[in-house]
């Protein structure tokens, strides 16, 4: 079963009338019985948790076995919407099997008493935008991860998916704005250059990465960092596929700007 995020509020304060968007989270299950609603729910609040607070350390809390138990007392509303609609029903799969959308409003007084059970709060100040500035390698073949270069299919969409869930969203830099530069000048760049590279993107938030090819781990090796209040926080992860190692670099993003310390 996969989870995603239905809206975004990246870049903007969050407003009384934003948290049902970050209480809302959209779930894939299998029919619509009970059964498989109280797993949906789980994941719903697994997703509105990180969401709400910026912090995905909340997930391995002891306290969140009990939570996800009450998850359906927490839910203030839900709704379904067949995936498979307008394709008939084969005789091999009954409308229970149908996979559908299980989207979850959660009462926000409840996940406020939630979060505070997991000595947490809710992170509402403005989420900046982040730029990814991304050396690639893979074998013989280096490039910068851009916004309008042919390098990379397919990781820009799966960058920016990854930022969804937590309510924030990425802006690339130009083939153009990273002229001149390759890793090594990438890793040493000084922060007014990471700013500008930053701002010229359209963003504010600088994300240095490196993200490179191992056979030995049969999956990529990635590596990001993030410079807050003058503070470099660094993390990694190893072994996995490009769209994980961005679901790691926005989840450690998040961790950091919502001032939950480091994800390293």
């Given amino acids: ?26 779930a894939i299950v299998t029919g619509t019985g009970e059964t498989n609603r109280a797993i949906g729910f789980e994941l ?11 912090d995905q350390r909340l997930l391995a809390k002891p306290g969140m076995a009990a939570l996800r138990a009450r998850a359906p007392g927490l839910v203030a509303s839900f709704s ?7 394709i008939p029903i084969h005789d091999e799969q009954g409308s229970h099997d149908r996979p559908h959308d299980l989207t979850c409003d959660f009462d926000q007084a ?30 013989d073949r280096r490039f910068l991860l851009s916004a309008d270069g042919s390098d990379g299919p397919f990781m820009d969409v799966s960058f920016a998916a990854a930022a969804e869930p937590l309510a924030m969203t990425i802006a690339l830099p130009s083939k153009a704005s990273l002229s001149g530069m390759d890793e090594n000048s990438l890793w040493q760049a000084d922060r007014a250059t990471l700013d500008r590279l930053a701002k010229e993107a359209g963003g504010e938030v600088p994300l240095v990465g490196r993200l490179t090819w191992s056979d030995s781990e049969l999956g990529w090796i990635a590596e990001w960092t993030l410079a807050v209040d003058g503070r470099p926080h660094r993390w990694q992860v190893r072994g996995v596929s490009f769209d994980e190692a961005f679901r790691v670099a926005m989840r450690g993003a998040a961790q950091v700007l919502s001032g939950n310390g480091s994800p390293g």
């Fill in 44 to 54: 719903c609040l697994d997703q509105v948790v990180v969401r709400l607070s910026g």
């Fill in 80 to 86: 379904y919407r067949d995936r498979l609609e307008g």
């Fill in 1 to 26: 079963m996969l989870v995603s995020a239905l809206l975004g509020l990246a870049g903007h304060p969050v407003r009384a009338d934003d948290l049902a968007h970050l209480n809302r989270a959209k």
């Fill in 110 to 139: 409840k996940l406020d008493a939630a979060l505070a059970e997991l000595d947490a709060k809710p992170w509402l100040d403005a989420r900046p935008v982040v730029v990814p500035l991304l050396a690639v390698e893979r074998s």
